[in-house]
């Protein structure tokens, strides 16, 4: 079925476009029953990474179609517990419980040990290019280390002492950090940000509470919180942090993921105990969704939002797509001007029109440059001296 997204005319300014109802509906995929771990996205949906940590070990699979389809890795037989991936899904970065940090560069047909120290890892992070890294653990040697290279080098963070590091998350372009840290059980926990990359930390003005999972938007100024405790809710600010609101949640559910689209409006957050709930205006409101009763224990999102993951400990793989409506800006670029959208989930091609009444688009054969710092695809026109429109249309 062809999508269309409504024109916009050669002015600058971005131009609103209300979307479709936010992701209700999820379908179990063809992954198998395991002890998932982990999950990783790339910016448009496409390409998906999951790990698991079983009694026997783990492994890593990946797919390549949106979750149709699963293939196990040749990864190593180890504790596999946390996962990130850069915008493109061909960096994997996978942190081993009580091991070391392995990265792939080929969207994980190979993989090879990183310059991380042994540690028990428990969450990773990625900016969108997949060089700029984070990692959390937990005890007996907590602590957070960041790489600038891809796993080449890492340097231990000046970060509190705590207990456990649960949840991080990254801006795209690596240099705004989000951190949860603290106790175990009903220790308190903290929310921390960092705006260089890790290198100082300070301690959000986010409550104590149970925090187990934290996202952020593409600029790092939207971040979002889940609390587990069953008392507490999903947090979210926008502010990179400065101050924070408790969104309009059912209480006791113990919250266990949030993930956030690259603009921070569309969150989506899933519970322990069956729950999944999507917000499409950065958690002023929510909707809960048509989602089984499992036992629900990370979930990614698409760029766009539009594309959803979630993997159930121990359970299937569960997928969630929605129809994209982006948004179109258009800003000077110089003599230039550039129109931009956000990586959508589905492919869209760029079109245009000197007339807004006419059938005759023509698509624009400027390919379209991923930006990283802010996952928008984009496109350099040249000026006219005419009147012109433009609009993104599936192929």
């Not at 392995?102 to 969450?123: E, F, I, R």
């Not at 926008?238 to 919250?255: A, D, E, Q, V, Y």
């Not at 999507?278 to 999102?301: I, K, M, Q, R």
């Not at 091609?349 to 802010?374: E, F, G, I």
């Amino acid at each position: 079925m062809k999508i269309l997204v409504p024109i916009i005319a050669t002015v600058c300014g971005p131009l609103l476009v209300v979307g479709p109802a936010f992701a209700q509906t999820w379908t179990q995929t063809s992954a198998p029953i395991a002890y998932w771990t982990a999950i990783a996205s790339s910016a448009d949906g496409t390409k998906l990474a999951a790990t698991v940590e079983d009694f026997n070990g783990g492994s890593i699979s990946v797919s390549t179609n949106s979750g149709n389809t699963w293939m196990q890795t040749t990864a190593s037989n180890l504790a596999w517990q946390a996962l990130a991936s850069s915008a493109d899904g061909e960096r994997l970065v996978a942190g081993v419980n009580g091991g070391g940090i392995y990265v792939s560069t080929n969207a994980g047909s190979t993989w090879a040990l990183s310059g991380a120290p042994d540690k028990s890892w428990t969450c990773l992070a990625a900016s969108a290019d997949g060089m700029k890294l984070i990692a959390g653990a937990g005890l007996p040697d907590n602590g957070i280390c960041t790489s600038p290279d891809f796993g080449n080098t890492w340097v231990s963070n000046n970060v509190p002492d705590t207990n456990w590091w649960f949840a991080v998350a990254s801006s795209a372009d690596g240099n705004e950090l989000v951190a949860a840290g603290g106790g175990i059980q009903d220790d308190p926990r903290w929310i921390y940000v960092s705006t260089n990359a890790g290198s100082t930390w300070v301690q959000s003005s986010a409550p104590a509470g149970e925090w187990i999972a934290v996202a952020a938007s593409s600029d790092g100024t939207r971040l979002a919180a889940a609390d587990i405790s069953g008392l507490g809710s999903i947090y979210t600010s926008t502010n990179s942090g400065t101050t924070w609101i408790s969104n309009s949640l059912p209480p006791f559910i113990n919250w266990s993921s949030v993930a956030s689209s690259a603009t921070g409006n569309k969150l989506v957050a899933v519970g322990v105990f069956g729950s999944i709930y999507s917000s499409t205006n950065f958690g002023a409101t929510w909707e809960t969704n048509d989602a089984p009763d499992e036992s629900w224990e990370y979930v990614v999102s698409s760029a766009d939002g539009n594309k959803l993951a979630a993997v159930v400990w121990p359970g299937g793989i569960y997928t969630s797509q929605s129809t994209p409506s982006p948004q179109l800006n258009l800003a000077p670029s110089g003599s230039n001007l550039t129109v931009s959208w956000i990586v959508p989930s589905t492919n869209f091609v760029l079109q245009q029109n000197l007339d807004l009444t006419a059938t005759n688009w023509s698509d624009v054969t400027n390919p379209p440059v991923l930006d990283l710092t802010n996952l928008q695809d984009e496109v350099i026109l040249l000026p006219t001296n005419s009147s012109s429109f433009y609009r993104l249309k599936t192929p």
